[in-house]
């Protein structure tokens, strides 16, 4: 297996690459020592309750997985398994905003009354928990251009301005587990958030935090409004970089990846 440090240069990996390239063993770390990171790089990570967080192997009895974190804090990390990996690491890197979503599923779970299946606000917060890309511009038009599905012209055509002026942080612990070994057709569920030229001037670590703050923010203010409509398809290799095909104009034209927006 490949150590995760040998991820730490990769393209939408940014925001983990000080936390992979510190684990350079061709192991994955285990539940106590993703907590010591955690207790290192995100100390006051809570779960919705306010219970501090920390990654155990998983209970015997299988409790309910969102319940079991936000009463006792603690979230079930299966052993040598790259999508539980990455979910420990995105509560070091977004630990405001998943504490929101946690506490956001319990909400949802009240609301519900015992009514079975997820429903369709916790089917929002599970998209974007697994899937979920924030894309961040200080080109508004750029932003549109990928809301209305503009692929070609936002990813070719505007490509120096978009690399210039937008930062696509990702928060879903699967796309980072996918984005390993890209597949085709692989789709992120995007939100979009203009900011200004003093924004993008900061550190990454800098608008890392202060990403993870206003997202927080913008969960709460969504609340019971929030669902998988919330979130914008955006297929990710069309980000330039990501794969070697996105250098070739034509790669865009494929309308099976790059589907038009529906009517």
């Known amino acids: 297996m490949l150590s995760p440090a040998t991820l730490a240069g990769r393209p939408l990996f940014e925001t983990l690459a000080p ?116 894309v961040i511009s200080t080109r508004p038009a750029l932003l549109e251009g990928l809301a209305r599905h503009a692929w070609r012209e936002v990813f070719w055509d505007a490509r120096a301005e978009l690399l210039a002026s937008t930062r696509f942080l990702v928060f879903g612990h699967a796309l980072w587990d996918a984005l390993r070994a890209p597949f085709f057709g692989l789709c992120a569920k995007a939100v979009y958030r203009p900011v200004d030229e003093a924004w993008l001037a900061q550190p990454l670590a800098a608008q890392q935090a202060e990403a993870d703050v206003w997202l927080a923010d913008w969960l709460a203010r969504q609340g019971m409004d929030l669902g998988p409509r919330s979130l914008k398809p955006l297929p990710v290799l069309g980000i330039p970089g990501v794969v070697a095909e996105s250098a070739d104009p034509a790669y865009y034209q494929d309308t099976r990846q790059f589907r038009p927006r529906r009517a």
């Open 19 to 134: 936390l992979l390239a510190s684990l350079d063993a061709a192991v994955l770390p285990d539940a106590a020592h993703l907590s010591q990171l955690l207790q290192t790089h995100a100390p006051d990570a809570l779960s919705g309750s306010g219970a501090p967080i920390r990654f155990v192997p998983p209970p015997p009895d299988n409790p309910g997985y969102e319940r079991h974190i936000h009463e006792t804090g603690e979230v079930p990390t299966r052993p040598d398994d790259w999508h539980d990996f990455f979910n420990a690491l995105a509560w070091c890197v977004w630990p405001r905003s998943k504490t929101r979503c946690n506490a956001l599923h319990l909400s949802a779970m009240a609301e519900q009354g015992g009514s079975p299946g997820r429903g369709r606000v916790r089917d929002g917060i599970t998209q974007w928990d697994e899937c979920g890309l924030l």
